[in-house]
Every structure is written in C-alpha cells, then in structure tokens.
C-alpha cells in the first residue's frame, strides 16, 4: 500500500518534509508560532518561540532533504545540495550510547538542535537498514510529496497513483464548482 507511511523513524523525516504541502500552497512551518506549536507536538523541549533564525533553519533543511530526495528515482543529486544539509547540520550533536545489545545514536543539544539530531539520527537507522532509498518525493512537480516506496522493485515514482489522481479530481472539481458559483452569483446579480 503506497498510502502507508514510511517505517520506524524515517517516518518522522517523512512527516517533517510533509509539513509543507506543495499542491495546496500550505506551510505548517510558516510562521515561528505555528513551527514552535508543531515542534512541541513531536516532542521538542522549547522554552519559548523559537526565534526567526532557527524556524528559517529549520525549513532550509526540510527543503534541502526534499532536494536530496529527488535522488532516489535515479537522478544525480546536485553537489549544491549536500553542501547546503553539511552546513545546517554542523552543529547537531550526535552521542553513541553503548550497551551489551549494541550502540545506538542519541540525539544531542537543545531545543531545534535536538529535533534536527533526532531527524539525522532517524536517517543513519534507515540507511543501515536500506530503508532510505525508499523515501521518496512524488515526481510530479506540483506535488513533492514525500512518501514511502513500497513497491517490489522500488521503481515508485509517485506519491501514489492514486492519491495524486484524487488529489488531481477533487482540484478540478473545486474550480467547476467555484466557476458555477461565480456564474450563479452574476446571473443572480443580474435577475
Ligand atoms: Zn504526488
């Protein structure tokens, strides 16, 4: 099923990317209260709003990973884009945290810097478990959705066929429906 969401931790990487909605033009991260107010929902400790700097930061790096995605249907990955995740995660910090069953990352620092941690940590998980190359965004340019690629030869180019074609059918009906009403309005207008 293409519509489920991308497994263990990449799915927070997934729902990151997603928190800006191409097609509709929506943000979640657009303003430093509604990012603080999200941040919070997943977790983040914050002592206040976070700041303009570190909402820009953050949505730089959501947008780099969406670049970087475009990777995995085979393309080569602009140098520039590598570039731009080196230089915003220069300062997370990472601890190794061993135990008898092994080691695990942990994501260090406070507040953005703890989300953006977690966020890297999430992606060397599933590189290591060969998820990574499955999160994807849809190839249709008004959409970048990012979405998980369950198909057997992990050739999905879409978020799904489905969804994008829904989306696509629920777009043209709205305007049918708001060309009828302007059309409603000027012939009421007019009787
Ligand atoms: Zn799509």
Redesign the pocket.
């Known amino acids: 099923m293409a519509k489920e969401p991308a497994p263990g931790p990449l799915g927070e990487v997934q729902a990151f990317i997603n928190t800006r909605d191409v097609e509709e033009g929506s943000d979640v991260l657009a303003t430093a209260d509604s990012a603080t107010t999200w941040l919070r929902a997943r977790g983040v400790v914050l002592e206040g709003v976070i700041s303009e700097a570190e909402r820009e930061r953050v949505v730089d790096l959501r947008e780099a990973l969406r670049d970087l995605l475009e990777a995995h249907h085979g393309v080569a990955a602009d140098p520039g884009t590598g570039q731009r995740l080196d230089g915003l995660l220069a300062d997370v910090q990472l601890h190794p945290h061993l135990s008898s069953e092994g080691a695990t990352l942990v994501a260090g620092g406070r507040g953005v810097d703890t989300y953006l941690a977690r966020l890297a940590i999430g992606i060397v998980e599933a590189t290591v478990a060969g998820t990574w190359q499955r999160l994807k965004v849809?190839r249709?340019s008004t959409?970048r959705?990012a979405f998980y690629d369950h198909t057997k030869n992990a050739r999905g180019a879409?978020?799904s066929m489905r969804?994008?074609g829904t989306r696509a059918k629920a777009r043209a009906y709205r305007a049918r429906q708001a060309a009828a009403r302007v059309q409603l309005e000027t012939s009421g207008r007019r009787g």
């Open positions: 849809c249709v959409c959705w879409w978020c969804v994008c």
